[in-house]
């Protein structure tokens, strides 16, 4: 049982895998150990640790006091089955991916139609074995018939394969939808990890711009972009193996779903041309052809049989993750299974992806602040000459607000500094008119930035603008808030179609296996039937056949 979870165990972890894999950054960068963001709204704290940390009725009375972390179970009533590992008690510990009860108790729903199949497989096997032994060895006509028996066998027969007919078309639908259903679910987890790239190649393209700009030729301290250096390279790599298991693991995903499906049209086809020719076959009377049909059809409705039994667990487990994705989500201060899958606990390297962006981002704003304040906004004699002076002058420059403070964390802005999003806008006030002066710019009217300044100062500004607004996307990485958001849409927008899709396949199936099943019985019964009736028919004709008349002899002494 266990094995034939083994098929199912691939799709599940497949498809954790591609709802998972925005996240696996932290997992690549994890030997990152930095400078921690502080301040109240810096911190990145684990999901657990919140938990513990806010909860009004745990109080701690010393230090050496053990913190309960008692796992909350995911799914506990819909994986409440029995486990044949454990004496077929049943199964509490929920949906868990990772252990072999888990995957016992699922694949023991199964069961049923394994037996089924083998009964089948080994029943009908020997009854077929009988009746050919028979027909060897004792074979003699039987001259009994039963019209009652004829009409019956007739009558289901003709029930039965118009049940797998309609069987075959519930399973050809059925797939396609399913089909669909997980193509769908498999393009949005593959579009929201392709987002999670695009944004990690964005923000290490934003930390490597910010190592070229410079303010009046200032630019940012040598250890600072040594440090933007290490963290970009982490950051590339981590983003290309991410675009590259996403669509490493979409084809594989994306082939097995073919694949499946081909199965599936084909089973459909095959059952339906045997459901419909036997049934012809039977009513013309080709014995022959019948049995090998018969014999064909006993193979094919044990496979099926076994086939059902992987779908029903496939069905489960898929339904199984979508509960359990609902319960994460509305639990997220319990520690769960999921816990040891996910890859956004890792606090360390959360607060250091977020401290290097606000390090940049405030380093980059003080530089653009002391341009401002030391040289624009200073009124220097024309004897100095440039950088410092190229005759500035009119109302003074309102600095620009820096987001952090210099422990980074968040700070209000003040009513006199300008944001990230209205400098470009303020400034342009003013700017001045310039003419070149050699390799410089002179203003030749009222304003204290030269277009050359103001354009340096606004590519800063894009830059730590840049940074800032992809903070709260980085914590949402490393929070798993990303996570949570994708599986809150998957379980409303796909759970439900791949629920109903895999259920319908699998009443499909049934159909199909069960209809055939009968059919064949009955195609050996009519058959019977039949041949009775014929053999009957021989009989009464011979029976009622009058005497041929006697003819009288001429006597020889008559005259004519």
Request: aromatic share 12%.
């Given at each position: 049982?266990?094995?034939?979870?083994?098929?199912?165990?691939?799709?599940?972890?497949?498809?954790?895998?591609?709802?998972?894999?925005?996240?696996?950054?932290?997992?690549?960068?994890?030997?990152?150990?930095?400078?921690?963001?502080?301040?109240k709204d810096g911190k990145i704290a684990w999901r657990r640790q919140i938990?513990?940390?806010?909860?009004?009725?745990?109080?701690?009375?010393?230090?050496?006091?053990?913190?309960?972390?008692?796992?909350?179970?995911?799914?506990?009533?819909?994986?409440?089955?029995?486990?044949?590992?454990?004496?077929?008690?049943?199964?509490?510990?929920?949906?868990?991916?990772?252990?072999?009860?888990?995957?016992?108790?699922?694949?023991?729903?199964?069961?049923?139609?394994?037996?089924?199949?083998?009964?089948?497989?080994?029943?009908?096997?020997?009854?077929?074995?009988?009746?050919?032994?028979?027909?060897?060895?004792?074979?003699?006509?039987?001259?009994?018939?039963?019209?009652?028996?004829?009409?019956?066998?007739?009558?289901?027969?003709?029930?039965?394969?118009?049940?797998?007919?309609?069987?075959?078309?519930?399973?050809?639908?059925?797939?396609?939808?399913?089909?669909?259903?997980?193509?769908?679910?498999?393009?949005?987890?593959?579009?929201?990890?392709?987002?999670?790239?695009?944004?990690?190649?964005?923000?290490?393209?934003?930390?490597?711009?910010?190592?070229?700009?410079?303010?009046?030729?200032?630019?940012?301290?040598a250890n600072v972009q040594g440090n933007i250096d290490n963290i970009q390279?982490?950051?590339?790599?981590?983003?290309?193996?991410?675009?590259?298991?996403?669509?490493?693991?979409?084809?594989?995903?994306?082939?097995?779903?073919?694949?499946?499906?081909?199965?599936?049209?084909?089973?459909?086809?095959?059952?339906?041309?045997?459901?419909?020719?036997?049934?012809?076959?039977?009513?013309?009377?080709?014995q022959f052809l019948v049995s090998v049909l018969v014999v064909i059809g006993?193979?094919?409705?044990?496979?099926?049989?076994?086939?059902?039994?992987?779908?029903?667990?496939?069905?489960?487990?898929?339904?199984?993750?979508?509960?359990?994705?609902?319960?994460?989500?509305?639990?997220?201060?319990?520690?769960?299974?999921?816990?040891?899958?996910?890859?956004?606990?890792?606090?360390?390297?959360?607060?250091?992806?977020?401290?290097?962006?606000?390090?940049?981002?405030?380093?980059?704003?003080?530089?653009?602040?002391?341009?401002?304040?030391?040289?624009?906004?200073?009124?220097?004699?024309?004897?100095?000459?440039?950088?410092?002076?190229?005759?500035?002058?009119?109302?003074?420059?309102?600095?620009?607000?820096?987001?952090?403070?210099?422990?980074?964390?968040?700070?209000?802005?003040?009513?006199?500094?300008?944001?990230?999003?209205?400098?470009?806008?303020?400034?342009?006030?003013?700017?001045?008119?310039?003419?070149?002066?050699?390799?410089?710019?002179?203003?030749?009217?009222?304003?204290?930035?030269?277009?050359?300044?103001?354009?340096?100062?606004?590519?800063?500004?894009?830059?730590?603008?840049?940074?800032?607004?992809?903070?709260?996307?980085?914590?949402?990485?490393?929070?798993?808030?990303?996570?949570?958001?994708?599986?809150?849409?998957?379980?409303?927008?796909?759970?439900?179609?791949?629920?109903?899709?895999?259920?319908?396949?699998?009443?499909?199936?049934?159909?199909?296996?069960?209809?055939?099943?009968?059919?064949?019985?009955?195609?050996?019964?009519?058959?019977?039937?039949?041949?009775?009736?014929?053999?009957?028919?021989?009989?009464?004709?011979?029976?009622?056949?009058?005497?041929?008349?006697?003819?009288?002899?001429?006597?020889?002494?008559?005259?004519?």
């Open positions: 049982m266990v094995f034939r979870a083994s098929s199912s165990s691939i799709i599940v972890s497949s498809f954790l895998f591609l709802c998972l894999i925005p996240l696996s950054i932290s997992r690549a960068s994890h030997e990152l150990h930095g400078n921690r963001v502080s301040g938990a513990e940390e806010s909860n009004p009725n745990s109080t701690i009375t010393n230090t050496t006091t053990p913190i309960d972390q008692t796992p909350f179970v995911l799914a506990a009533e819909r994986t409440h089955r029995k486990d044949p590992l454990n004496r077929y008690n049943f199964y509490t510990g929920g949906w868990n991916i990772s252990s072999q009860h888990y995957w016992a108790s699922v694949a023991f729903t199964a069961v049923p139609l394994f037996a089924v199949s083998i009964a089948w497989f080994v029943g009908f096997g020997l009854a077929l074995f009988v009746i050919a032994c028979y027909f060897c060895c004792c074979r003699r006509r039987n001259y009994s018939y039963s019209r009652v028996a004829y009409a019956i066998s007739l009558i289901l027969l003709i029930l039965f394969t118009l049940a797998a007919i309609a069987g075959c078309v519930v399973l050809y639908n059925a797939q396609e939808k399913f089909h669909k259903s997980t193509l769908g679910t498999l393009d949005y987890m593959v579009n929201q990890a392709d987002v999670i790239v695009g944004n990690l190649q964005n923000f290490s393209t934003s930390l490597a711009s910010a190592k070229s700009v410079g303010v009046d030729q200032i630019f940012l301290p390279t982490k950051l590339n790599t981590s983003a290309d193996g991410l675009a590259t298991r996403a669509a490493k693991n979409s084809n594989n995903i994306k082939s097995f779903l073919d694949s499946m499906r081909l199965y599936l049209i084909i089973i459909a086809a095959v059952m339906l041309f045997l459901a419909f020719f036997g049934f012809l076959l039977s009513i013309f009377g080709l006993w193979i094919l409705v044990a496979g099926t049989f076994i086939l059902c039994g992987i779908f029903l667990l496939l069905h489960n487990v898929l339904t199984d993750t979508c509960v359990a994705m609902d319960d994460w989500v509305t639990h997220p201060h319990e520690q769960t299974a999921l816990d040891d899958i996910l890859p956004c606990v890792d606090v360390s390297t959360a607060n250091e992806s977020m401290y290097r962006s606000r390090e940049v981002t405030y380093q980059l704003v003080g530089i653009v602040n002391q341009v401002i304040t030391n040289i624009s906004n200073q009124n220097f004699p024309p004897i100095v000459g440039p950088p410092l002076y190229y005759n500035q002058s009119g109302p003074l420059i309102p600095p620009l607000c820096s987001p952090y403070n210099p422990d980074m964390s968040n700070r209000t802005c003040l009513v006199n500094e300008v944001t990230l999003e209205d400098s470009s806008k303020v400034w342009k006030e003013y700017e001045c008119e310039a003419a070149a002066s050699g390799s410089t710019e002179i203003c030749t009217g009222v304003g204290r930035l030269t277009p050359s300044l103001y354009s340096q100062m606004l590519a800063a500004v894009s830059v730590s603008q840049g940074l800032y607004q992809y903070g709260p996307f980085l914590t949402q990485l490393e929070d798993c808030s990303f996570v949570r958001e994708t599986f809150t849409s998957i379980s409303a927008n796909n759970c439900p179609e791949l629920d109903r899709d895999t259920k319908w396949t699998y009443v499909g199936l049934v159909i199909v296996s069960v209809a055939v099943m009968l059919s064949l019985i009955f195609w050996v019964v009519y058959a019977r039937e039949r041949r009775h009736r014929i053999y009957n028919k021989d009989f009464l004709a011979r029976s009622i056949q009058p005497p041929l008349p006697l003819q009288d002899k001429a006597d020889p002494f008559v005259e004519e």
